[in-house]
């Protein structure tokens, strides 16, 4: 269970069940048993982006904005904070094909975080970042904790524990004590 106010990191080897439990909490896969219920809103950043090769930056958060059901001003004012906080804001121009891995990771992550959901769940959100945004991440994400939001975090590993709350051990798909 992830909480309001708290970052959860969920760990565990290859095959273990990490990405196969995300994938059944933001609904794209059937469970074959146990119970899930999600309060209130949440944002999804996938392992590997979804992204469109022709569309670029701002293209990316207008349409996610409007699968959101947000306004244009209001797309507007989270996707700038978004390029703010991340740093990428050179590229909302540049389309999708154009742009590393680690700025498309940012734009992963940015599209996620657009409607500014109560839940955050992330799926290997880090890989490919360079040590700035990853210290930019890790305030980002103590700041929703503060502001009651939960995070929860699937990682092969955890290399900086004490930024959690909590870290659940999973293998073959059950919690390890």
């Not at 996707?79 to 734009?107: C, N, P, Q, W």
Request: with cysteine.
């Amino acid at each position: 269970m992830v909480r309001a106010g708290e970052i959860v990191g969920l760990v565990g080897e290859n095959g273990a069940g990490k990405s196969t439990l995300m994938k059944i909490l933001v609904g794209s896969l059937q469970s074959d048993g146990g119970h899930l219920e999600i309060r209130g809103t949440f944002g999804y950043c996938p392992q590997e982006p979804i992204l469109y090769e022709r569309l670029d930056c701002d293209e990316h958060f207008e349409l996610f904005g409007e699968a959101y059901g947000l306004d244009r001003g209001e797309v507007a004012a989270s996707r700038d904070g978004i390029y703010d906080v991340l740093d990428f804001a050179r590229y909302r121009a540049t389309r999708i094909g154009e742009l590393s891995g680690g700025t498309k990771a940012k734009l992963n992550l940015g599209l996620a975080l657009l409607h500014d959901p109560d839940v955050l769940l992330l799926d290997e959100p880090y890989a490919g970042f360079d040590w700035d945004t990853y210290l930019r991440f890790w305030e980002l994400a103590s700041e929703r904790r503060d502001a009651g939001r939960a995070v929860l975090i699937i990682s092969h590993f955890v290399a900086d524990e004490g930024r959690f709350d909590r870290v659940v051990r999973l293998r073959d798909g059950k919690i390890v004590e």
